[in-house]
């Protein structure tokens, strides 16, 4: 097996960091801060092979920090509980726990010097520590704050782990915490999972190579690739804004435009494999997927259904509409989806939609099928134009003649006594009242008929 040294030079690779500037946006490179959190408890004084647990736990953890002195962006601090107070009959003191050495460029040798010191004592108290933790990270509005949990035993105070992290993580204090179990029996393993990633150390090499594993986590990016996939399962779908969500804090962790690369294939991201996320594919609809966990240290791939294709609407002839805009749902729903331009293209996820056209009066057209990779052409006819003239102001509306029934279509001005408006072919009625008549038997009605690309004269 290679030394901590070798496996620790060869994490910090500086593509990193480059990628993930890239990714997030922001011009200064993003810092790391590892906050190691050591049992101090005085199961610690335990045999482990060839030595106890935490002689063997901080010699390795000193080769660590030390590894760590050349890495760029990079700041460790060391926190620990149960060092402090002894157990007495008296009882546990749940409080036992201490920043120990704070963050810094240039602490490594601190942490190592306060590493040799540490003797365990006194309970496990790794609630408390936790809640503690979070205020070990200075206030940083370009950092990953990433804590290291180095235990033996299971909380033995009131606190719930468990929820402690949880709590942390949507608030946004930290990313999804690391817990390296020392020589655990398999019957408590479980306690640990809902804390964060966990990680059993049976033995001194298992922990030597769990703790490289970790680092290579923590400092690593691991890449990402978004297949949207068409009705034959095919990542064909590109060209969509991405946005992914962390899952607990639901803060934005990176925003995407897909893209395909030169081959075709869909692009490679660079995604941090510290935490759950939601991904939200900005189509319309819009598609999800969340509680997705990434890999570290291999390549994921994210499979979302987006088949998608066009709508487009004409008119037959010239539009006499000025900026004429048709309302977008899906089958039978009210909400709408998108208010899309006329005479313009728009993409849609496959399926049936209703439209509804604002023309005069509006029109309607139901259950049109956006097919694969297709544009579906929805045509209405040319309008009309009916020109009004009024012996005088007054209150007037235009009714549409539908069989037996008038319905309303809109309202003339009172401020005008001749008038223009755009209407759709059929059959219609003028109905009118001058202003200063104060019976309803002055009012006058005219019929008139609109056909596609002609003018209607109509006077009172």
């Known amino acids: 097996m290679r030394s901590l040294k070798t496996i620790f030079s060869s994490l910090l690779l500086l593509a990193f960091f480059a990628s ?122 370009n950092c990953r ?134 991904l939200t594919v900005h189509t319309i609809p819009e598609v999800e997927k969340t509680d997705i966990d990434i890999i570290p240290g291999k390549h994921n791939v994210i499979a979302v259904d987006a088949a998608q294709g066009d709508l487009e609407l004409k008119m037959g002839g010239y539009n006499e509409y000025e900026d004429l805009k048709v309302l977008v749902r899906k089958k039978d729903e009210t909400d709408i989806l998108v208010v899309q331009d006329f005479n313009q293209k728009q993409r849609y996820l496959t399926g049936h939609y209703d439209l509804e056209i604002l023309t005069l009066p509006r029109t309607v057209v139901e259950d049109v099928n956006v097919a694969q990779s297709r544009t579906t052409t929805v045509e209405i006819p040319q309008a009309g134009i009916v020109t009004i003239s009024l012996p005088s102001k007054g209150i007037g509306s235009i009714l549409l003649e539908n069989g037996d029934k008038l319905e309303w279509v809109c309202n003339l001005s009172e401020l005008n006594t001749r008038e223009s408006i755009v209407l759709q072919p059929g059959y219609y009625r003028v109905v009118y009242r001058p202003l200063n008549a104060k019976q309803s038997i002055y009012t006058k009605e005219e019929s008139f008929k609109i056909t596609s690309g002609q003018s209607t004269q109509v006077k009172l």
Request: proline share 5%; hydrophobic share 35%; aromatic share 8%.
């Open 20 to 141: 993930s500037n890239i990714a997030s946006g922001q011009s200064e490179p993003q810092k790391t801060r590892i906050l190691f959190v050591l049992d101090g408890s005085q199961s610690m004084y335990a045999r482990w092979e060839n030595g106890q647990k935490m002689q063997i736990a901080t010699r390795l953890l000193r080769k660590l920090v030390d590894s760590l002195k050349s890495a760029e962006n990079v700041e460790l601090a060391l926190r620990a509980y149960g060092h402090q107070s002894s157990v007495t009959p008296q009882g546990r003191n749940c409080k036992d726990t201490k920043l120990e050495v704070p963050f810094g460029p240039t602490n490594h040798e601190k942490i190592k010097d306060r590493l040799q010191t540490i003797r365990p004592k006194g309970t496990t108290l790794i609630a408390y520590s936790l809640e503690q933790a979070a205020n070990d990270f200075p206030a940083c509005g």
């Open 145 to 278: 704050n990433v804590i290291i949990l180095i235990t033996d035993g299971i909380e033995e105070c009131d606190g719930d782990p468990c929820a402690v992290s949880l709590a942390l993580q949507k608030r946004g204090v930290i990313l999804k915490p690391f817990v390296i179990g020392l020589g655990l029996d398999p019957s408590v393993m479980d306690a640990f999972k809902c804390v964060g990633n966990f990680y059993d150390a049976k033995d001194e090499a298992t922990f030597k190579q769990v703790l490289g594993i970790v680092i290579s986590q923590a400092l690593n990016n691991t890449t990402t690739q978004v297949n949207l996939l068409d009705e034959l399962n095919k990542p064909t779908e590109t060209n969509v804004p991405m946005t992914f969500y962390d899952h607990f804090s639901g803060q934005v962790r990176y925003n995407f435009v897909h893209t395909m690369d030169s081959r075709g294939n869909p692009d490679t991201i660079p995604i941090d494999p510290l935490g759950t996320y939601d």
